[in-house]
């Protein structure tokens, strides 16, 4: 069906649809890259891309374009090696309800849920009040929110608890002469699930040198699933966010409460 005319070019209503998906796509994709070496990459293929449509199609320099030719004809491998993480991220969020969360486009078009029910959210006073409280003594904590991915795998590295959370059993866990306090704590369904677990180290090396194991764990676990760590650090006190890979950093007792009930 044709919506109106631009010239002599004609403007469809599904026109429109695939100039918005992939519009939404893109701005996916510059999210997952932003702040890294990855953007770098990025701009460095498609220079390449550039180069040889340049040399090839508009100058028709044979030797040189047939160089780069070879370069080109790996691409969508090549992508996959480079983006590795990228792409598994990208396809974590295409699978699960943080792409169809209750603030995104997704959500707002589709008002059904095709995934699994997701998650009860936490009770998060209690969370931010421990949190508040590590700080001030400058206890390192770690504390897992899951969302919809299932982190059962990384509850067994662990030891399995099913307790309500409460400030004082999370200040506790993570006291520092607390058998339990070496690790994360993972909460779902508003209950403790699992303390002294193990998580992924992420492989990003463009964080700051002053992120230490705790963060970069923290991290790990927000790259191969959509739960958010909370992470309070040992040596400064200072209370930061993981999310999808980004770090939230330096947050008050408000400001994680805030950045909490949006995300949760």
């Known amino acids: 069906m044709e ?42 293929i498609v220079s390449m891309y550039v180069l040889w449509f340049l040399f090839v199609k508009i100058l028709d320099m044979q030797l040189l374009g047939a160089i780069l030719g070879q370069f080109m004809s790996v691409g969508v491998l090549a992508l996959i090696i480079v983006f590795q993480q990228e792409v598994r991220r990208f396809l974590l969020v295409l699978g699960s309800n943080s792409f169809a969360g209750k603030d995104s486009f997704t959500r707002k078009l589709l ?34 929110l899951a969302r919809t991915s299932d982190l059962k795998f990384f509850q067994e590295t662990g030891d399995l608890m099913d307790a309500d959370v409460s400030k004082r059993l999370l200040e506790s866990i993570f006291f520092k002469n607390s058998p339990l306090h070496d690790g994360a704590v993972i909460i779902e369904n508003n209950k403790i699930k699992a303390a002294r677990c193990v998580l992924p180290v992420t492989e990003n090396t463009d964080l700051p040198a002053h992120y230490g194991m705790r963060h970069r764990a923290a991290l790990g676990i ?21 999310i999808e890979g980004s770090i939230h950093a330096n947050l008050s007792p408000e400001e994680l409460e805030r950045l909490l009930e949006k995300e949760m």
């Open 111 to 144: 008002p059904w849920n095709w995934n699994s029910a997701p998650a009860t959210a936490p009770n998060i006073i209690p969370i931010v009040k421990a949190c508040a409280g590590m700080a001030k003594t400058k206890t390192g904590a770690i504390i897992v």
């Open 3 to 44: 919506l109106f005319h631009v010239g002599f070019i004609s403007v469809r209503l599904l026109d429109i649809i695939d100039i918005l998906i992939v519009a939404f796509l893109l701005y996916k994709i510059y999210q997952l890259l932003k702040g890294g070496t990855a953007m770098n990459i990025f701009i460095g």
């Open 222 to 242: 927000t790259e191969q699933s959509d739960a958010i760590s909370i992470i309070v650090s040992e040596e400064t006190g200072l209370i930061s966010v993981a």
